[in-house]
T-cell receptor, first 111, second 114 residues
Framework: KQEVTQIPAALSVPEGENLVLNCSFT??????LQWFRQDPGKGLTSLLL?????REQTSGRLNASLDKSSGRSTLYIAASQPGDSATYLC??????????FGAGTTVTVRA | EAGVAQSPRYKIIEKRQSVAFWCNPI?????LYWYQQILGQGPKLLIQ????????DSQLPKDRFSAERLKGVDSTLKIQPAKLEDSAVYLC????????????FGPGTRLTVT
């Protein structure tokens, strides 16, 4: 069974600092990996999707890397803003196409 | 393109009562998922539909939970009778056929069982 772990569970940084969020998974035989953002009381918004053959994916201030062999992904958010405050979830998709989620990292960016 | 719609957004019921949630997928999305997200945890898959057929319901507590997807479009998830531990956010997600199998989530229904 795929286990997905996100550390730390919570993170507080001053505005402007770069954010580094970690995700680890136990089974490296994945189809792809997806990072989501969840605001309080809201659903999940997809941020980045990395195919198993890719090493990284970028969108604006967001960059996600994938090291499949070591079972790790990292989400980098450059120059954080108060609007980046949310919970960030990592999810791994195996060849049955189902998602296994981590518990998330709750980020607070202080103005 | 309209997103995944869910209703109601919030529901408060007493234990042993019944409740139903509704999901309307993005047009053309054949695959539909229901997830349960308990506070502080990631979403957990309850059931997966492909069109109007069940693909996986192995984690659905079938003694109290039921789900259907009529005509391969809208879906309902029902809990009867509810327990305190069912308090959670219930998320619906849909997915288009073919890779990369990206899922699109609705806003969720927050259920509180008292």
């Amino acid at each position: 069974k795929q286990e997905v772990t996100q550390i730390p569970a919570a993170l507080s940084v001053p505005e402007g600092e770069n954010l580094v969020l970690n995700c680890s998974f136990t089974d490296s035989a994945i189809y792809n990996l997806q990072w989501f953002r969840q605001d309080p009381g809201k659903g999940l918004t997809s941020l980045l999707l990395i195919q198993s053959s890719q090493r990284e994916q970028t969108s604006g201030r967001l960059n996600a890397s994938l090291d499949k062999s070591s079972g790790r992904s990292t989400l980098y958010i450059a120059a954080s803003q108060p609007g980046d405050s949310a919970t960030y979830l990592c999810a791994v998709r195996k060849d049955d196409y189902k998602l296994s989620f981590g518990a998330g990292t709750t980020v607070t960016v202080r103005a | 393109e309209a997103g995944v719609a869910q209703s109601p957004r919030y529901k408060i019921i007493e234990k042993r009562q019944s409740v139903a949630f509704w999901c309307n997928p993005i047009s053309g999305h054949a695959t539909l998922y229901w997830y349960q997200q308990i506070l502080g945890q990631g979403p957990k898959l309850l059931i997966q539909f492909q069109n109007n057929g069940v693909v996986d319901d192995s984690q659905l507590p079938k003694d109290r939970f039921s789900a259907e997807r009529l005509k391969g479009v809208d879906s309902t998830l029902k809990i009867q009778p509810a327990k305190l531990e069912d308090s959670a956010v219930y998320l619906c997600a849909t997915q288009v056929e073919g890779g990369p199998y990206e899922q699109y989530f609705g806003p969720g229904t927050r259920l509180t069982v008292t």
